[in-house]
């Protein structure tokens, strides 16, 4: 090892222990919720700002490591499968894709099991999964592909238990973060926090320092990672910024009683020609979450909702809603995505990290923001083990972590030419183009090429019209026996009523989110 690396480390170590007597005390001023641990490994203290899906993988990635974590959070954490001011987006359709709740399942062991028995369905694509491609309908079969269909509260419900469980993790709600603390050679040290006080003229109280020897930023897409690096004299990172000028709605139903269907969700994706997009997803409680994008202004309200499901490409799933039930208002949002690059500065802080929507904002067209906050925890849990040490890793994480987004940021992962082959041949039939097709919508990981003759679906059939479906066009219509699948409320039921999780729809609207009576 160089000498002048060896005395970096070796001042960086002395830093570490100061702060670690310098926390001494600090313990009784969290919340109930932080822990002291014995058996410390001698690694320190994280912190981690936020407690998205990405802030609490990461905490699990840390605490796999570090001798303590800290989450967080400006928001109180409900105990349940409540809503959080800090996530507008929860009332759109969530899908964990097969990356991600694998992922999930390294991180938290059995956490698939939790969120079925919580309520989320588990869906196998394209077998349960009614599909539209960019050339047609895609056959139905067991791909080995199955993605997780919840309420996005419920997910994020589901992991912070599990986190909670753990000793070595500890939550600090209604607390904003305000700075980073720098230390020696190019170091951050800390994060400088107030809590809320409503007596205080700001509703904030004093600022206090929690010493750490890893940080990790969180906070999502209104993240002020620029602006504390910017005070320390950091370069501030560039963006790369796409507003493709869609918009969304999503609202929840109530199948119609009795309804019957040979499968469990449906989705649309966009063709060359129409590039708007829908889906219909199962989550808990047995009902419907209905997304449908388009170009420009998006539905205000039912009525205008079921009009833009009957202009797509198929009138299948405004069949499917026309006689559900509504079960609150529809919200919209508009999707953009921001890529924040700290991969390319040269000049950056150790010991500090940026993850989630904090970095790389995705357009929910994609639906790769929790896919790749999964996949960003699963690296970094990854790296800390290797490396054995949280000190001088910080680059080399910039750096996977940029690998990571790249191909989020480029949906089109193939040739237009051969995305186009690939649609056509999974229209006509062809399954490993299916599967191809499939895996490439999502999986943040380039999908291992078919031959030519699997690309091209060398068949004289051509696409079918219609959904493979044989109860597709049945609305209210009774199941002819009791072993019959079905899906939503079974005849003579009552109609489900919303509680708690994305489905609290009468609860006000957080900032930021647009909702139509």
Do not use: K
């Not at 809603?321 to 040269?346: D, F, K, M, N, Q």
């Not at 026996?481 to 708690?500: D, E, K, L, N």
């Amino acid at each position: 090892m160089p000498l002048e690396t060896a005395l970096n480390l070796v001042v960086r170590l002395a830093a570490r222990r100061m702060m670690q007597r310098q926390r001494t005390g600090e313990a009784a001023e969290l919340s109930l919720d932080a822990r002291v641990v014995e058996g410390a490994r001698g690694h320190g203290h994280a912190v981690v700002i936020g407690s998205s899906l990405a802030g609490l993988t990461a905490a699990r990635a840390l605490a796999n490591f570090m001798d303590e974590v800290t989450v967080v959070e400006r928001d109180w954490l409900p105990r349940g499968p409540g809503r959080r001011r800090g996530v507008p987006q929860a009332r759109h359709t969530h899908t964990l894709t097969a990356t991600a709740h694998q992922g999930l399942d390294r991180l938290f062991p059995g956490i698939r099991h939790d969120l079925a028995r919580a309520g989320a369905v588990h869906v196998r694509a394209p077998e349960d999964l009614l599909t539209l491609g960019p050339a047609g309908w895609l056959p139905r079969f067991d791909a080995d592909l199955t993605v997780i269909s919840a309420g996005r509260d419920l997910i994020d419900w589901t992991v912070r238990d599990r986190l909670r469980a753990d000793p070595r993790v500890g939550f600090l709600p209604r607390h904003e973060a305000v700075a980073l603390e720098s230390g020696p050679q190019d170091t951050v040290t800390g994060v400088w926090v107030r809590g809320r006080d409503r007596s205080a003229p700001e509703g904030w109280g004093r600022r206090r320092l929690l010493a750490a020897e890893f940080v990790v930023d969180a906070s999502g897409r209104g993240s002020h990672a620029p602006e504390w690096l910017a005070r320390l004299g950091y370069p501030v990172p560039e963006e790369s910024v796409v507003d493709a000028g869609t918009s969304y709605a999503t609202t929840l139903y109530a199948p119609p009683v009795g309804h019957v269907a040979d499968f469990a969700g449906l989705l649309l994706l966009p063709s060359p020609h129409d590039p708007r997009r829908a889906v219909l997803a199962p989550v808990e409680g047995g009902r419907w979450s209905v997304s449908v994008a388009a170009e420009g202004a998006p539905p205000a309200d039912h009525t205008e909702l079921l009009d833009a499901a009957r202009d797509l490409r198929h009138p299948l799933l405004s069949d499917l809603i026309e006689a559900a039930t509504p079960l609150g208002p529809v919200y919209t949002c508009r999707g953009s995505s921001r890529w924040r690059h700290y991969e390319r500065l040269r000049r950056f802080p150790d010991q500090f990290l940026v993850v989630g929507d904090a970095l790389a904002a995705l357009d929910p067209a994609h639906g790769q923001s929790m896919t790749l906050a999964v996949e960003s925890a699963v690296v970094l849990d990854q790296m800390l083990r290797a490396h054995g040490t949280a000190v001088g890793i910080g680059r080399r994480l910039r750096r996977a972590l940029g690998h990571r987004v790249a191909p989020a940021w480029r949906p089109a992962r193939y040739g237009e030419g051969y995305a186009a082959r690939l649609a056509v041949a999974a229209a006509r039939g062809d399954r490993r183009a299916a599967a191809a097709l499939l895996a490439s919508a999502e999986t943040l990981a380039p999908p291992r090429p078919l031959s030519l003759r699997a690309a091209l679906g060398i068949r004289r059939a051509t696409a079918p019209a219609a959904p493979p479906s044989l109860t597709h066009g049945t609305r209210r219509r009774r199941p002819a026996s009791a072993s019959a699948p079905a899906i939503g409320v079974a005849t003579g039921s009552a109609r489900p009523r919303p509680t708690g999780s994305s489905a609290h729809w009468p609860a006000a609207a957080p900032a930021g989110e647009r909702r139509r009576p």
